[in-house]
Every structure is written in C-alpha cells, then in structure tokens.
C-alpha cells in the first residue's frame, strides 16, 4: 500500500478505487447470497415462534429452560460433538500424514476411500452399522448396538475425511525443511513435530475440528438410527418440535440454542485459528516423500486401523450385501437399478435419479466454488485496520453457519419465505433451481474451509513485494495468490460435489418427485418392505459411493497436474 | 502456465455472474409459464410415495386439458404442518396424502377449501371429513406381522391379539417404532388407545415394556435390522397389513410373514382443495380424478394401498396376502388431534422412562 502511494495520478487513481469496488462486490455477492437462500428463511421460521398473537413472546424461553429434559439434551449434543470431534482429529492427523506427507502405491485410491463415507446417506450408513453391530451380528458381542459409543464410531466413519483433507492439504505444502533444522539441531521426531509442525498445521486443525464439530452436534439420520431409545439432541428435537409437534415456540428456543453453541463453537475456532496463523512458508510442488515402515510405523498403524477397520469394515458389508439376492448372489440388485423398484416404490428409475443427482451437484458445486471462492479471497486479506480484521472475521464465522443449523429450519424456512422473493413472480420454493441453491449454501463454508488456509498461509510480503515491482492489484492476484490457491480449488470443486451428491436433509422439502435425486431414492427404496427394495437400495449407495470415489480421484489428479506447473 | 490461472479466475468470476444470470433467467420462464397457463397447469402438493400409472394420468390430463405438476415436500405430520406454515401462499392446487392422524390438525387451520366430488360411494362418504374439506382417496392398516417361518421352528404359536403381545411366551420378541418419529408407531399408539380406551392403554404399554418391546425410531430401522426375516432377532413387527405381499414367494403361492389383523389402525390418506389455490377449477377436477375408478383401481399396484371405493377391482392376490382387517381399532380423528401431544408425551414417559 506505502508503495503505491508514491505513485499519484489520476489514472491510478481511479484504478484504485475500481479495485476497492471490486472487493466491496466480492463481500456484497456472497453475502446477499446467504441472506436469502439462509438469513432470512432461517430467521423468518424462528420468528415465528417468538410471535403469538401478533405480539412478541418470549415466553417459550422460561417454558424450555425450565424443563430438565432441555438441559439434558444440550448436555447431550454437546458431549456428542465434542467426543466426535476429538476422536476425528485424533485419529485424523496420522490420517493426514500418511496419506498426503508419504507416498506410496495406492496412494490416490485410499484418499478416494476415505472420502466415500462423507457423502453415503445417513440411513443406510445407520443401517448398514446396526446390521454389523446388532446382538444378532457379526459384532453383536461388542454390546455397541444403540449405545453413544455407536454414535461416535459413526460420526468419525463420516469425518475423518475431513480432517484428513484438510490437514493434508496444509501438510503436504508445508515447507520440510523447517522440520529437517530442528532433527539436525538434534530434535527427537517428536519434539520436531511437537515445536515445528504443529503449531504450523493448527489453523488447519482448527479449521478440521470446527466443521467436524458442527457436522457431530447437528448429526440427525445416525442419531435416530443408532442412539439409544430416548437419546435426544438439540438438532432431533428441533425435527420432533417442527415436524410432529408443529410446535415452533420450543423449536425456535432451541433453535436459538443451537446458533448459540455453534457461534461459541466458531469463536473459540477462530480464536485457536488468529493466534497461530501466520505466513507459512509453503512450497507448490508437493513435499512427500516415500513411507518409511520403520519411522511411520506409529501413524500407519492408526491409519491402517482406522481405514481398516472403521471405515472399510461397513463399507465392505455394504458392497457384500448388495450382491445377496434371494436365493443366493447376483447382479439383480443392479440390474433392478433401471427400474422403479418393486411395487413401484420410486417414481423415477435410479438411473434416472443418478443423471439428477450429477446435474444438480454440477450447477451447485457452480455456485458453491463462486461464492465460496469469493469468500475465501475476501477473508484472506489483512486490513490495517483492526475493525477490518474484525469484520472480516465474523465474515468467516457467517459462512460457517449453514453447517450448524438444523436442515429441518432451513427446509421450513424455505417454504414460509421463497414464494415470490424481492419481488420476483416466480415460486422458487417449487422452481427447480432451489435444490442446487440449498445444497450450495451446504457447501460453500467447505470450500472457504479448504481455500483459507492456503490463502491466508501466503507471506503478505509476496505481494507487497509484486506490488513494489510495479505489479497491478489483478496481477498480484493472478501470480501470487492464484498459483498456490489452483491446487486446492480441485479439492474445492471436489468437497462440493461429494457434499451435493451426498446432500439429503434439505433436498428432501424440495425436491420434486421427478427430479429426486440419489440419497432421496435411497431412502424410499429402504423405507419400503422387500428384499427387493432392500437391495436395490445397498446397490444404489454403492453406485453413490462410486460415483463420489471418482469425483475426488478427478479432483485429486486436477491437483497433481497443476502442481507441477507453478 | 499464467494462461491456465487466469482461465481459472476468469472462470470463478464468471461463475458468480453466472448463478445470478440463472436465478434471473430462470424466473423469467417461470413467470413466463405462469402468467400464460395459470389455467392449464395445476400443481398437486403430496409425499414422496405418491405414483400413478403414466397411461391413467396422461388420460387424465388430454381429457381435462390440464398439466399435473408435482411437489412432495414431506410426508406424515411433516407434510401438513408445511400445509400450515404456507397457509397464506401455499404450495400448489391440491394436497393428496394427509392422513387422519393429522388431518384435523390442517382442518382447525383452516388450509382447505371445502369440496367434494359428486357420487362418491357410501364407504367414501362416510370417511369425508371437516365438512367436505377433505375427501378420502386411499386406506390402508398398520398392523403387527409376525415371521411364521420363526414361529413354526420355534414351536410357538403365532400372537393374534394385542393382549397375547404382553404374554410371557412372547417376551422379548416385538419390536415396535417410536411414534414421536414414525407414522406407523403413531398409528400403533392409536390402536392401543382405540382398544383399551384413554384410561387404559398407558397401562397395556407398561405391561408391553416389562415383556420387553424393543422400541426403535424408524420403520426402515425396525423391519430390516430387527426383524428376524432381515437377519434380526425379533420375529414380531409393527408394519402393515400389505407387508405380507413383499415377503411371498416366487411362484407367489406362499408367504413366510402374516399381518395379526386384530393388531391394526386404519390409517385413511386425504385429498383436499387448498385455499386460495390459483387454480381453484383445476384443483377440483384433480380431486375428481382421484376419486375417480381409473384412479383408485390404479392405487394398489402403484402405491400399496387400498382404494376407499369398495366397487373398484383389486389384484387377485391381495385377497390372500394383503388383507385389510375386518374390524381395526379406530380413534375419531378430532380425539386424535385433541390428545395426539399427550398421548406421545405420555407413551414417552410410560415406554422410555
């Protein structure tokens, strides 16, 4: 900035202030995006149940509170979003070494493994646990079936990718030679890992654990299907209060109540998040190298058990399964995907459910890397001034949000909000574009969550530097923030496809039964009786898990060809 | 390689300009359609399980000059409390799928203009509710089923009543679904207040949870982890009274789960013209149309239920696998929705602890 300033004129100058605008615009997108597609619908639904009479009551509040029941629920979802988190981050981080910091033959498969959990449907991934887990299965002996172990076991088997992902994105750039000084300054690996590493990787894990935690304490299909009878947490009680009770005084507490822990959530991210980030000094090509059995036993062994055993074990029965027919094994399931099941169970065949799927997470992956993209660049900047650093915080935290409010209030709020919005004569709540919109609004803090780091992990001297050279602000963009930002833009691209593919909550208030997609006829399939449906429906997450396999392994092989052009 | 990243900002500029170029787009064509076929078009809101042949709808709509637009928002109570939220701008035309342990709710809402289409037959009749508001398209019973290939390796003899449910050879063996969460465990908790009445079947449940009923929160959950026909170790489940017919065999002569048809709730879903519908005129027609034969002798094999209209055909094979009960427990859908709150509180508090 010193630097321009030496260079008055008024072409400049103007120069300038279109730059200035330009920023402006790229908060004001976004923002106007979340407001309506998010804000206000969520806000609109929660009103009303602060209004009675026309007049405001918050009554409800002393009405909840009073209630034990309230309390435990909170204590509930917190103890389940804190224990899923630090079990995803735990076993996580060795995750993220193995799979990005070393190299081996495999490699890109494992990585397109670890992701399929994120997107399976909460159903049959509840499903597919209780067959393994239940008395009468092959882990019945474990005594998990309907237990908060069985919660936490599922909520990492959907997580640790997460975590994996991004710490990995972070680790695999970073800078080794940091690490090296301290080995050959006589460091044991731990305490290098422990002083250089670590607090290197913590935005990243910060960033991990603060969706992860959102992801446990708003966790619904795996609660109801895996939790013991009378488990609640605030996000199951939101649906109960909304959906059977129509009861939108309790649900509008407590849906107060979960913005609440889900700020608190983010503030104490951001906080972990400010005090340890600063430049890292990150290379662009990728820095791993092979995997030493002996040094990497300890993160292998973890990584080995988790990808083992937590994650493959189910999947594995998953895939089993769907060959059982009948009188034995076959491809009838997969052949019965081109139909619309037995007794007619789907309105559309699951082919067809499958090319909706794909159109619909393509327009909102669309929309969701724009925004996000946006978002990420914004909130990257350091202003000067410490409002600025300030605002663009809460910025970061906003997008943050969509992950920590209950689908059940946003689907709700929908309905109450987008007939004819600003004005429009159009009834988006019935137009077809309001599926993409709602899964992008899903994904877009997972794309922020995957750029930020990298961004922010730019030396702010880089383009100061650029700058004093004579480089205009689009061109500092362009050959400073642009090449180290490419490569994780296919991870982008590719969390918000997988989240889209996968999405169901929200979807499932909108979509019309000709445009369902995947996981909607997932779950009718398996909410029909019949070995048929049963089938058709493991055979159809399988194609789902294949499906967002593939997408991640594209995303990866963007990345890897990209890398080796900066 | 600087062509590559400026392609790529390019295109991520460019995509936001894009999504808002879309919104506006798409709004444009839909208003388009709206304002030049208001009258054409009619939207019928319902559930996911909602399916007609194509050949009975197309003939509906050449004959009427309609188009059917579909949305399912939700099914169950999901469905009619979205009814009542978007009470002042609803959703569509019509509303097909509400159920009598819901529907008063959506009556004493006011969400439904009264109409109802002429020479239903004296069974429709009877079931018509909140003055005509509502006319009955479709029914069907939830009932317990029981695994008779178990009960015969067993030696047991299979449970007929609700009473022998609580009995101590049969400890251990149902398992049911929360009716907080799943339309057929409501359906249930009604049958049990239907027949021990609202003094009594508090009672009969506590009696169920000390012969140790297993209580789970969805129906999906409960059929195919905890019945034993699925692998589990219940051989009683609550389900219903078409179940049967998904469980026979291949030449279709025998079926290895039976429906204990002194078990049921009939549950009896509802089509309704909605207030202030845009297409006032359409909508009746559909409502027509449901009610019609074509329409309800299309109803079993498309959505598993049973037509209300007694003179409509039936599949040959229902008779024997898919029977309705002949005299079900029944509730008056006003007590339903007086009581359905507290009774839910109370099952809680009786059956969770």
């Known amino acids: ?566 | 390689m600087r062509m590559h990243s400026t392609t790529r900002l390019a295109a991520v500029a460019g995509a936001a300009t894009l999504a808002l170029t879309l919104t506006a787009c798409s709004s444009d064509d839909a208003s388009d359609a709206a304002s030049d076929g208001a009258s054409d078009t009619v939207t019928l809101v319902t559930h996911d399980s909602f399916n007609v042949s194509p050949e009975v709808l197309e003939a509906f709509e050449a004959e009427s000059g309609l188009t059917v637009e579909q949305v399912a928002p939700g099914d169950g109570g999901a469905l009619v409390n979205q009814l009542v939220l978007t009470k002042d701008a609803p959703l569509g035309d019509v509303v097909f799928g509400v159920d009598n342990t819901f529907a008063s709710r959506a009556l004493d809402a006011g969400v439904f203009e009264p109409y109802t289409p002429e020479g239903l037959s004296d069974d429709a009749a009877g079931l018509v509710l909140g003055d005509g508001a509502l006319t009955p398209i479709d029914m069907g019973d939830v009932c317990v089923n029981a695994d008779t290939d178990w009960f015969a390796k067993h030696d047991l003899a299979v449970p007929t009543t609700l009473e022998d449910l609580a009995k101590p050879e049969y400890a251990d063996l149902l398992v049911v679904t929360n009716p907080a969460t799943s339309s057929p465990g409501l359906a249930f908790l009604v049958a049990t207040v239907g027949a021990f009445g609202e003094d009594g079947w508090e009672d009969y449940w506590a009696s169920l949870a000390d012969n140790g009923v297993k209580v789970v929160d969805g129906w999906e959950d409960a059929y195919s982890v905890d019945f034993t026909t699925s692998g589990g170790d219940r051989p009683l489940v609550l389900s219903y009274s078409s179940s049967p017919a998904f469980t026979a065999s291949d030449d279709g002569t025998t079926t290895s789960t039976t429906a204990l048809l002194d078990t049921c709730f009939r549950q009896v879903e509802y089509a309704g013209v909605l207030a202030g519908a845009e297409n006032p005129e359409g909508a009746q027609q559909l409502v027509d149309f449901l009610s019609s034969t074509a329409f309800q002798e299309d109803l079993p094999g498309q959505m598993y239920v049973y037509p209300v209209d007694p003179d409509a055909a039936l599949p040959a094979e229902w008779e024997k696998f898919a029977p309705l009960a002949p005299a079900p427990f029944e509730v008056d859908p006003a007590d339903i929705s007086a009581h359905r709150d507290e009774w839910i509180t109370a099952w809680t508090a009786t059956v969770v602890g």
């Open chain 1, 1 to 566: 900035m010193t630097t321009r300033r030496h260079l008055p004129g008024a072409p400049r100058a103007g120069r300038v202030l279109a730059w200035r605008t330009g920023w402006v615009l790229a908060a004001v997108v976004p923002l106007a995006f979340l407001g309506l597609f998010f804000a206000w619908p969520v806000a609109a639904l929660v009103a009303r149940g602060f209004v009675a009479d026309g007049a405001l009551d918050l009554g409800g509040f002393a009405d909840v509170f009073s209630d034990p029941r309230t309390w435990r629920i909170i204590g509930t979802t917190l103890g389940q979003a804190v224990v899923g988190t630090v079990a995803s981050v735990l076993l996580g981080i060795p995750g993220a070494y193995v799979l990005y910091r070393c190299d081996f033959p495999g490699r890109a498969l494992v990585r397109g493994l670890v992701t399929v959990p994120f997107v399976l449907p909460t159903v049959v991934v509840g499903v597919a646990f209780r067959a393994l887990l239940a008395t009468s299965g092959p882990l019945g002996f474990l005594g998990l079936d309907q237990t908060f172990t069985a919660i936490v076991l599922a909520l990492v088997f959907f997580n640790y990718t997460v975590v994996v992902r991004t710490v990995g994105g972070l680790w695999e750039r970073l800078d080794p030679r940091a690490e090296q000084a301290a080995r050959s300054l006589g460091a044991s690996p731990a305490r290098a890992f422990r002083t250089v590493t670590l607090p290197a990787l913590t935005p990243a894990i910060a960033s991990a654990a603060s969706i992860v935690f959102l992801f446990c304490a708003t966790a619904f299909g795996i609660v109801l299907v895996l939790g013991p009878l009378g488990y609640g947490t605030v996000e199951t009680e939101i649906y109960v209060q909304t959906t059977q009770f129509l009861d939108l005084r309790t649900a509008s507490v407590l849906s107060v109540v979960q913005l609440v822990v889900v700020a608190a959530a983010l503030l104490v991210a951001n906080r972990a998040r400010s005090r340890r980030e600063r430049a890292l000094h990150l290379t662009s090509g990728t820095s791993a190298r092979s995997l030493d059995l002996r040094t990497d036993a300890a993160p292998l062994a973890v990584t080995a058990a988790v990808v083992l055993g937590l994650l493959a074990l189910p999947l594995g029965t998953l895939l089993v399964r769907s060959f059982e027919v009948p009188d034995g094994w076959g491809l009838d399931n997969y052949r019965n995907l081109g139909t619309t099941g037995g007794a007619n169970a789907l309105s559309v065949t699951v082919w067809e459910a499958a090319a909706n799927s794909l159109r619909t997470a393509a327009l909102a992956t669309l929309f969701a890397v724009a925004v996000g993209g946006l978002v990420a660049l914004v909130v990257s900047r350091r202003p000067r001034a410490r409002a600025g650093r300030r605002a663009l915080a809460v910025l970061d935290s906003v997008f943050m949000l969509p992950l920590g409010v209950s689908a059940v209030t946003v689907g709700f709020g929908f309905l109450i909000t987008l007939d004819k919005p600003l004005g429009l004569d159009v009834d988006l709540r019935t137009s077809g574009l309001l599926v993409p919109i709602a899964q992008a609004v899903v994904a877009v803090p997972l794309v922020v969550r995957v750029l930020l780091p990298v961004l922010r992990a730019i030396d702010p001297r880089l383009r100061e530097a650029a700058a004093t050279l004579g480089a205009s602000p689009g061109r500092v963009l362009r050959t400073v923030d642009l090449p180290v930002a490419a490569p994780p833009l296919g991870l982008a691209i590719g969390f918000a496809f997988a989240t889209s593919l996968g999405e169901f909550g929200a979807t499932s208030f909108l979509a019309r039964p000709d445009t369902a997609t995947l996981p909607v006829v997932i779950y009718r399939l398996i909410g029909k009786p019949g070995a048929e449906n049963y089938g058709m429906a493991l055979a159809a997450s399988v194609v789902l898990a294949l499906l967002t396999a593939t997408v991640m392994l594209l995303a990866e092989r963007l990345r890897g060809d990209r890398t080796g052009e900066f």
